[in-house]
């Protein structure tokens, strides 16, 4: 009977709220102490952006202490998971606010059409079930019109392998962070193939490329609605 009554965006915002989970809310509530010496160890490939000088892939995550190698800002995570600035004011003390502070700056900069990516890549496919092929490397990028992955070129230097993936092909991207000990990885790909993209940087751009991804969805289903109404 509630269903019935409900249109579908109030049922999402019900299936959101009971779905959400703050690993470390529920680390601090129930007061479960992590000393580690390594706790901190590459957190940078999550909290990228520094919220002092906002620069991004200077950060680096190690032992116990998240540290921005361009305004040299240092912060310590603490054995309950809260951080805390060595120095100065302390601008998130909460892993998830600083990483919602970045999907923020993300949907900014799409908004404002200054996001893009645009990095050299290791590819590895899958066309079949039986391996992940080592194909070459080529360039993904990304930005308002979605990915475009070109690789694998030719003697003349010409690319032999073009995919493009539009903003609404899918909400949610496959990225994950030192992919089977071979690094970190952006998968884009359909149902017949699916390509596997390690980025050739030093700078993070997994965990960006991946909020890029949710909220252009986001922004481009929104203009859509908007042109229906």
């Not at 200077?58 to 921005?68: F, N």
């Not at 360039?139 to 003697?155: I, S």
């Not at 700078?203 to 922004?219: C, H, N, Q, S």
Request: proline share 3%.
């Amino acid at each position: 009977e509630e269903i019935s009554s409900k249109t579908s965006d109030e049922i999402n915002a019900i299936i959101r709220e009971h779905f959400t989970f703050d690993a470390f809310r529920w680390q601090q509530e129930n007061k479960i102490k992590i000393s580690e010496p390594f706790r901190a160890d590459s957190l940078n490939r999550v909290l990228y952006k520094c919220p002092h000088c906002y620069s991004e892939g200077y950060m680096e995550g190690k032992d116990t202490k998240l540290i921005c190698h361009s305004c040299k800002k240092e912060y310590e995570l603490d054995e309950y998971g809260y951080m805390r600035a060595l120095d100065g004011d302390t601008a998130f003390s909460h892993i998830p606010d600083w990483y919602a502070w970045e999907r923020a700056c993300v949907r900014e900069e799409l908004l404002s059409g200054t996001y893009a990516l645009d990095v050299p890549v290791e590819i590895r496919m899958m066309a079949d079930t039986s391996a992940i092929y080592r194909v070459g490397e080529g360039r993904l990028r990304h930005d308002r019109n979605g990915f475009v992955l070109d690789g694998c070129r030719d003697e003349d230097g010409e690319y032999q392998l073009h995919y493009e993936q539009k903003p609404l092909s899918s909400y949610s991207l496959y990225s994950d962070y030192y992919w089977y000990e071979i690094g970190d990885m952006i998968c884009i790909g359909d149902t017949n193939v699916l390509y596997y993209c390690f980025p050739k940087t030093d700078r993070d751009v997994v965990a960006k490329t991946r909020l890029a991804a949710e909220e252009l969805f986001r922004i481009v289903r929104e203009e859509k609605r908007r042109r229906r109404s």
